[in-house]
Nanobody, 119 residues
Framework: VQLVESGGGLVEAGGSLRLSCAAS????????MGWFRQAPGKEREFVAG???SYADSVKGRFTISRDNAKNIVYLQMNNLKPEDTAVYYC??????????????????WGQGTQVTVSS
């Protein structure tokens, strides 16, 4: 399984970014996908999973979606805040029957993409 993120960058507070994660090596439509992030000096945290699960800190601002025809999962991030600065990772569920709520539910990870939000 290979997961490749893209779309990170530097943005001002209040701005938007859309992250993409291209997946290969798995039957994409059968796997739950999620997004996580890790800020400097902090542990990795769950951001979004499936189509409806979000961390409280991003609810109403971030949206996860997927295109099963293209094997891509997206994370649309609006109204970005400096505290959103982190490396963002996409992940695939541990099995076809796994719903992602935490890192323990994931079997494959991307290499990460840096998101930096300036104040």
């Amino acid at each position: 399984v290979q997961l490749v993120e893209s779309g990170g960058g530097l943005v001002e507070a209040g701005g938007s970014l859309r992250l993409s994660c291209a997946a290969s090596g798995l039957t994409f439509s059968r796997y739950d996908m999620g997004w996580f992030r890790q800020a400097p000096g902090k542990e990795r945290e769950f951001v979004a999973g499936g189509s409806t699960s979000y961390a409280d800190s991003v609810k109403g601002r971030f949206t996860i979606s997927r295109d099963n025809a293209k094997n891509i999962v997206y994370l649309q991030m609006n109204n970005l805040k400096p505290e959103d600065t982190a490396v963002y990772y996409c992940a695939a569920g541990r099995s076809q029957f796994t719903t992602i709520f935490s890192g323990r539910d994931c079997g494959s990870w991307g290499q990460g993409t840096q998101v930096t939000v300036s104040s």
